[in-house]
Antibody, heavy 118, light 108 residues
Framework: QVQLQESGPGLVKPSQTLSLTCSVS??????????WTWIRQHPGRGLEWIGY???????YYNPSLKSRVTMSVDTSKNQFSLKLDSVTAADTAVYYC??????????WGQGTLVTVSS | DIQMTQSPSSLSASVGDRVTITCQAS??????LNWYHQKPGKAPQVLIY???YLETGVPSRFSGSGSGTEFTFTISSLQPEDLGTYYC??????????FGQGTKVDIK
């Protein structure tokens, strides 16, 4: 059973780059047909799809964030990553990694809170 | 872009009650609609996919229906562990994934 775990700094300064990694266990990142996904949830608010990446490196981003987002995969480490440039306080959120195969998201990581503050 | 309007934003019900949540799409989305449950402090969990299919392992008291622009999610008999927030989610071929605003369910 595939399990996901996010890691990365919990505090990022304004204008800097947010960087997170999701480690995949219980299966290979290259199998199962998953699109490896990032979703965020602003404090006390709803969910926002950031984008996803296939193991080949093909990416799909939310148009609202596309200019600041870069996703990548490292098949040797069974990990995929998110970079979000030029962050502001509005990027403070819980960031989840997840897998998607047929239009819905399952499994999910536990989430990691990233606060943007000086 | 397609907008998803979920209602109500919150509700309070007793154990054993029937609970219904609706999600309305701004245009026809066929059956591309999923439902999630998020317990406090936890990641969401998919319950219903493609409008009406119950995810494996999910209790049968949960159900979904609808197509086009109007969708309904029902808990036939509310249980204490059902508290939390429920979200609908639409997906299209762009691809673009859009979540509803959520419905917070409290137990009376």
């Amino acid at each position: 059973q595939v399990q996901l775990q996010e890691s990365g700094p919990g505090l990022v300064k304004p204008s800097q780059t947010l960087s997170l990694t999701c480690s995949v266990s219980g299966g290979s990142l290259t199998s199962g047909g998953y699109h490896w996904t990032w979703i965020r949830q602003h404090p006390g608010r709803g969910l926002e799809w950031i984008g996803y990446i296939y193991y080949t490196g093909r990416t799909y981003y939310n148009p609202s964030l596309k200019s600041r987002v870069t996703m990548s995969v490292d098949t040797s480490k069974n990990q995929f990553s998110l970079k979000l440039d030029s962050v502001t306080a509005a990027d403070t959120a819980v960031y989840y990694c997840a897998g998607s195969r047929m239009g819905w998201f399952d499994p999910w990581g536990q989430g990691t809170l990233v606060t943007v503050s000086s | 872009d397609i907008q998803m309007t979920q209602s109500p934003s919150s509700l309070s019900a007793s154990v054993g009650d029937r609970v219904t949540i609706t999600c309305q799409a701004s245009q026809d989305i066929s059956n591309r609609l999923n439902w999630y449950h998020q317990k406090p402090g936890k990641a969401p969990q998919v319950l219903i996919y493609d409008a009406s299919y119950l995810e494996t392992g999910v209790p049968s008291r949960f159900s979904g229906s609808g197509s086009g622009t109007e969708f309904t999610f029902t808990i036939s008999s509310l249980q204490p562990e059902d508290l939390g927030t429920y979200y609908c989610q639409h997906y299209d071929n762009s691809p673009l994934h859009t979540f509803g605003q959520g419905t917070k369910v409290d137990i009376k």
